[in-house]
């Protein structure tokens, strides 16, 4: 029992380790726009994601299309509008981390993705009317406090990152919402609606393919290893573990994000920026208390 437990874990802790690293290949192809960047991501893992689903998820594929058939027209209805506009979210999300990372900073990055799961939890306790105990709303007014200090350094760093931590919260908080649903399914339709209201777009814009094997190589690269890979390993996490567990391990990614920017690409932090991040990491762990408090009791039963 240990043992298949410590599989589900290890596969979570993959899937954030991972993303804390996707800033390099980013980088690499920083000559490239953030348009080209996003329309070839979005095209190269529709393909991929597809393929996977088709190879090795027939069987989930099958009973959300019998799902999707047994509820009534209005339902129906309302799961369309949920997936558009969680596509709409997602794109938002991946352009404003692809242009913060090669157009902002590193840092701002990072900071968007530590502040994530706090604008995603109080989106919750404001829309969904989810309960949130005083220590998590006193966690929240002191990330609020650290994200006003970031901006008295950089107004321009903190507004990339809450829009890029909106974006996602919204996605999330949609994707909560979507009960019942594989949710590889659920990213593979939503990769595909992404595709048909990005092609537009691609189509006025369109110079040519890039003709750079460079520029292909780490896009198949950020299609494979940064997104369905670690979706994959997170879903399977998912099976043995609980949420809460793996919600306090998406903070691995903006931690490794912001080892990579300071200690990969030398960039440089300000008095400002490090007091900002200190005070958001003392609200993260204030917030995730019970949360760290579980993972250690599940620790101890692993032992036994």
């Known amino acids: 029992m ?13 899937s954030f380790v991972i993303w804390g690293f996707f800033s390099i290949p980013l980088r690499n192809i ?16 529709l393909i991929f994601i597809w393929i996977a689903i088709l190879l090795f998820r027939r069987k989930e594929l099958k009973e959300d299309i019998q799902r999707i058939s047994s509820i009534s027209a209005a339902a129906r209805r309302t799961v369309a509008i949920q997936i558009l506009v ?10 404003s981390f692809i242009y913060a990372i090669n157009h902002v900073s590193l840092t701002s990055a990072a900071f968007a ?33 650290s ?24 996605y999330l908080l949609i994707q909560r919402k979507m ?59 998912l099976i043995g573990i ?9 903070y691995i990614n903006p931690i490794i994000a912001f080892g990579v920017a300071v200690l990969y690409f030398d960039e440089v932090i300000t008095v400002y920026q490090l007091s900002a991040y200190l005070l958001l990491l003392f609200s993260v762990f204030l917030f995730n208390w019970q949360a760290i408090k579980d993972i250690f009791t599940l620790k101890k039963k692993l032992n036994t």
Request: charged fraction near 10%; include cysteine; aromatic fraction near 16%.
């Open 2 to 14: 240990a043992k298949s437990t410590m599989r589900y874990l290890l596969a979570g802790l993959g």
């Open 30 to 45: 920083k000559a490239f726009s953030a348009q080209d960047i996003l329309y070839y991501r979005i095209f190269t893992s």
């Open 86 to 95: 969680a596509t709409v979210f997602l794109m938002l999300n991946w352009f």
């Open 113 to 145: 993705y530590m502040v994530c799961p706090l604008l995603t939890a109080f989106g919750g306790f404001v829309i969904l009317k989810e309960e949130l105990s005083r220590i998590k709303l006193i966690s929240m007014v002191i990330a609020l406090i």
């Open 147 to 170: 994200i006003i200090f970031l901006a008295t350094g950089s107004l321009v760093e903190v507004l990339w990152s809450v829009f890029i931590g909106v974006f996602y919260a919204g």
């Open 179 to 237: 009960q019942g649903f594989d949710k590889l399914n659920v990213l593979a339709l939503q990769i595909a609606l992404a595709v048909i209201l990005m092609l537009p777009f691609y189509i006025y814009q369109f110079n040519g393919l890039p003709q750079s094997p460079w520029f292909w190589s780490h896009i198949v690269i950020i299609a494979v290893v940064f997104t369905i890979i670690p979706l994959f390993l997170s879903l399977y996490a």
């Open 242 to 250: 609980p949420s809460s567990t793996l919600g306090i391990m998406i």
